[in-house]
């Protein structure tokens, strides 16, 4: 290779084999578990690859190498994996999602026949002259299937959401790299790279740059805890009910969420994480739930008392913080319950 056909393959290579690292770990990755996921990994897997193989041809002189002598048939399972990835983000409920396994098993079963009897090694002509514009048409007829399910959502809905942007993107995306390798010549299929990893570093970026769009698109999983773990927490969450309850310390308004934590042996963060996670509020919160109670059975036993009187008494240190954390409680002001 001189100089600019090895820049060629570089830029070339770079966007392909940058997003087979990425196919694989879609595949793997325990964050990403979700069947989707899996789908798209190795969607991007498949088509990567076909990339690779189609840089390396333009550059072949000599006898193909080992990669090269598949040949094109697994490139059957581009249409058929992008399709199934669309459709379950439109309707994961619809027939082609349900009947998935079937489908693509039997894409898998003829890549499987060619590959055994029409090995590209003894019919390289044939697999490069006839079956590779077949696949090529299939691939199309599947982007032209997911176009027509794309449009339907989207007459469906009213707004243009995320990730109907994203199919909408990606199916574009799509039609840019079947025109690329379906049209050119074998000896340019370098062009076909070269915009592939364009295309790739685009999104890749715009995703990087994007956290939120990217996180609704490709949503990780929420992290299980440990057996162990979520059984310690309970214990002490039980200790801190127990302790709020018979001790009444919320009835002190200087309470600080050390006392709190001092008297269960862990550490403030810690208690503030227990909190958060296991009853979905913030210290502040969870006190203020049991001080209504007790303003709550104050107002119904002690009618003599004032409003301000009750809040004192239930551990508010003023008459507007009392007001607010009753309304947010209750729906009412401590007057309106009252009467």
């Known amino acids: 290779m001189n100089y600019l056909t090895q820049i060629l393959f570089f830029f070339g290579a770079i966007g392909a084999f940058n997003s087979f690292i990425l196919a694989v770990y879609l595949l793997f990755s325990k964050s990403y578990s979700r069947l989707q996921h899996r789908v798209f990994g190795l969607f991007l897997l498949i088509l990567s690859l076909r990339v690779i193989k189609s840089l390396f041809y333009a550059f072949s002189t000599d006898e193909p190498i080992w990669f090269l002598q598949s040949g094109p048939s697994f490139f059957l399972l581009i249409g058929p994996l992008l399709f199934t990835y669309i459709i379950y983000i439109i309707n ?5 999602v349900k009947s998935k396994i079937q489908h693509l098993t039997f894409w898998l079963f003829i890549v499987v026949s060619l590959l055994v009897f029409l090995p590209f090694n003894k019919y ?159 210290f502040t919160e969870f006190i203020n739930k049991y001080r ?17 009187a009750i809040g004192n008494q239930s551990g508010f240190n003023s008459k507007s913080a009392f007001y607010k954390a009753f309304k947010i409680h209750t729906g009412t002001t401590p007057a309106k319950f009252k009467t």
Not at 130 to 139: A, E, G, R, V
Not at 220 to 226: A, D, L, P, S
Not at 247 to 268: G, R, T, W
Not at 293 to 300: M, N, R
């Open 92 to 96: 994961p409920q619809s027939f082609w």
């Open 292 to 308: 209504i109670e007790e303003a709550k059975q104050l107002i119904v036993t002690n009618s003599n008392y004032t409003i301000e």
């Open 124 to 282: 390289n002509e044939l697999n490069k002259n006839t079956l590779l514009p077949i696949i090529n048409f299939q691939w199309f007829l599947y982007i032209v299937f997911s176009a027509f399910f794309i449009k339907q959502n989207l007459e469906r809905g009213k707004q243009l959401t995320i990730q109907n942007k994203w199919l909408l993107i990606l199916l574009a995306t799509n039609s840019i790299i079947w025109l690329c390798f379906a049209l050119i010549e074998f000896n340019y299929f370098v062009t076909g790279s070269i915009i592939y990893s364009l295309l790739f570093y685009l999104l890749f970026l715009f995703f990087l740059f994007n956290k939120k769009i990217s996180s609704k698109i490709f949503e990780k999983n929420k992290v299980i805890k440990n057996a162990r773990v979520s059984k310690e927490s309970e214990r002490i969450v039980d200790e801190l009910k127990i302790l709020i309850s018979t001790e009444k310390p919320y009835l002190n308004p200087d309470l600080k969420i050390a006392d709190v934590a001092q008297k269960l042996n862990i550490s403030s963060h810690e208690l503030s994480k227990l909190i958060n996670e296991n009853l979905n509020c913030n």
